[in-house]
């Protein structure tokens, strides 16, 4: 059994949230040139062009890499033969006040939901913990900002709906959000599951680094085959166009009962923002 103090886990969060605002993972930096270099529409090559030096600007001055520094979404896989000393929520949420206080980030938490008052701290924060073997603690901080989230979908559809229920709901989520998800997009994609499994499932795929990918080789050519539909719509960078639409299509399933196909995508802007630590 390892033991592993709270102040540990409040240190490594509170980096996490400064860090994850600040420096967008190489994977998408490399998408979004990558795209910048095969965009045939000079208006969208162009907006791609200051989104790479936005965010080389950030990382330069030690600033946000956009002004909506979200809600912190902290995954968790914590080893079954870790001990943590103190309160692990505490230690996640008083984390994130520390980082966001410190980082001078945005507060964009409210307590309640219609009455509306902020925090103050961008806490509490969303905070999902899984146990797996060993005797370690694997921490991620994935910023969550709006814009793109209030685009995001969840369904129940038919198993007869079948694949193409799925992609049919996919795109359709891409063609109803057009410009307001700030483009290009990351797409996470949820099968399976129970009605909120599948919403998990989603926020998970984001998490894959997006030159990693579904290691089954059918869903990995489903993930190709739906960037190259939500690109065929033509929404592009920030909306003016272009072949840019989608960076990447991620997909989670899980299995799911005989009568159901869950189905949700959840929406994540070009700063698809995550850092992670192990302790």
């Not at 540990?8 to 994850?20: D, F, M, S, T």
């Not at 993930?223 to 920030?238: C, I, T």
């Not at 639409?245 to 989670?252: M, N, Q, S, Y």
Request: aromatic share 4%; proline share 7%; hydrophobic share 40%.
């Amino acid at each position: 059994m390892r033991t592993i103090a709270a102040k540990e886990i409040e240190n490594a969060v509170a980096r996490l949230c400064v860090k994850a605002n600040r420096e967008l993972p190489a994977d998408v930096v490399r998408a979004v040139s990558a795209a910048r270099e095969k965009e045939p529409w000079p208006a969208a090559a162009e907006i791609l062009k200051i989104l790479e030096d936005n965010t080389a600007l950030a990382g330069k001055r030690g600033l946000p890499i956009c002004q909506d520094t979200g809600l912190a979404c902290v995954f968790a896989e914590l080893g079954q033969d870790v001990h943590i000393d103190g309160c692990f929520e505490n230690a996640v949420n008083e984390g994130v006040r520390r980082g966001y206080e410190e980082g001078y980030l945005r507060k964009s938490v409210v307590g309640d939901p219609l009455r509306r008052d902020n925090t103050g701290d961008n806490t509490p924060a969303a905070i999902t913990v899984h146990l797996v073997p060993g005797n370690k603690l694997t921490l991620t901080v994935a910023p969550k900002g709006f814009g793109s989230e209030n685009m995001s979908r969840l369904a129940m559809l038919k198993p007869s709906d079948g694949e193409a229920g799925v992609k049919n709901f996919v795109v359709d989520t891409m063609r109803l959000a057009g410009p307001n998800a700030c483009p290009p997009v990351v797409l996470g994609v949820g099968i399976g599951g129970t009605f909120d499994k599948v919403a998990y499932l989603a926020k998970k795929a984001l998490l894959r680094p997006l030159d990693q990918p579904n290691p089954d080789p059918y869903y990995a050519a489903l993930e190709q085959s739906l960037l190259e539909a939500v690109n065929a719509l033509g929404v592009g960078p920030q909306g003016f166009g272009g072949a840019a639409t989608a960076l990447g299509v991620a997909i989670e399933t899980m299995p799911t009962h005989v009568a159901g196909l869950p189905v949700a995508v959840n929406v994540s802007c070009h700063v698809t923002r995550r850092a992670t630590a192990e302790l």
